[in-house]
């Protein structure tokens, strides 16, 4: 079984719990306006590996993960090339290392079926909760991810909660109050809720792509605004209980 990732970080330590090797695949159906990888948008691009050589190269790490590491795959959206992620976890899972998925929830049921069996953890971009937002922020509509969650839902997966913060675009109570709801909708499901403060830090991958940026007036938001905002979800900054 064959893949086309866009890179490996060894030893990456904000995808999941503890120390983590992060394969990122490439390919990406979305096109938001925040990301910082347009990079691996492209299915075609990246290089193409063997499941078998990416296996081989975490198992290498293994040492270093200890009880709370393990592998991250993240993208683009490693969910678009489902039987090559359904390999490396399921191989992965059988040598004992904790796996996770970094995905955007607009993928395909079967790509939720194949992999989620295999997955200790998916962490699930929020894109927005609302069909208008959704739409304006991914250039696709959201009823697609509405009818993943709901498969993740059945699955029980554990989860990790990201919402970027787009200040005066997706802060305001109405969005707050709707991630809130879903939040309380997913129970203990979550294990944890992470905002993340926009930033431009990609933007030159923009420019260097020919890509038309449209937040370039968007300044990130203040520490203080993010607390306030996690003050209004009732939720730790750091860490939730299951």
């Known amino acids: 079984m064959q893949g086309r990732i866009h890179s490996i970080e060894s030893c990456g330590t904000v995808d999941g719990p503890g120390l983590r090797c992060v394969v990122f695949f490439q390919g990406c159906s979305l096109r938001c306006r925040y990301c910082h990888n347009p990079d691996t948008w492209v299915i075609n691009g990246g290089q193409k590996v063997a499941a078998s050589a990416i296996i081989k190269k975490i198992t ?6 200890n009880h709370h590491g393990g592998v991250t795959l993240s993208g683009g959206e490693p ?7 359904a390999q490396i976890l399921r191989e992965c899972k059988k040598q004992g290392i904790h796996t996770a998925v970094d995905t955007s929830g607009w993928v395909d049921l079967p790509a939720l079926e194949k992999t989620l069996p295999y997955t200790d953890l998916l962490l699930l971009d929020i894109k927005a909760l609302d069909h208008k937002m959704y739409r304006w922020l991914t250039g696709k509509e959201a009823d697609k ?11 029980q997966t554990p989860l990790w909660l990201r919402y970027v913060v787009l200040p005066g675009i997706n802060d305001t109570p109405e969005y707050i ?5 879903l939040i309380s909708s997913l129970g203990s499901m979550v294990q944890k809720v992470e905002l993340l403060p926009y930033h431009p830090l990609g933007v030159h991958k923009w420019q260097k792509l020919g890509l038309n940026y449209t937040l370039g007036q ?4 203040a520490d203080s605004a993010i607390d306030l905002l996690y003050q209004k979800l009732q939720q730790n900054r750091t860490v939730i209980s299951a």
């Open 60 to 65: 290498r790490f293994q040492p270093y993960f």
């Open 79 to 85: 969910l678009l090339q489902p039987e090559f992620a």
């Open 145 to 155: 991810f509405l009818t993943a969650l709901g498969v993740i839902k059945e699955h």
């Open 177 to 181: 109050s709707k991630l809130k709801q």
């Open 218 to 221: 968007l300044k990130p938001p």
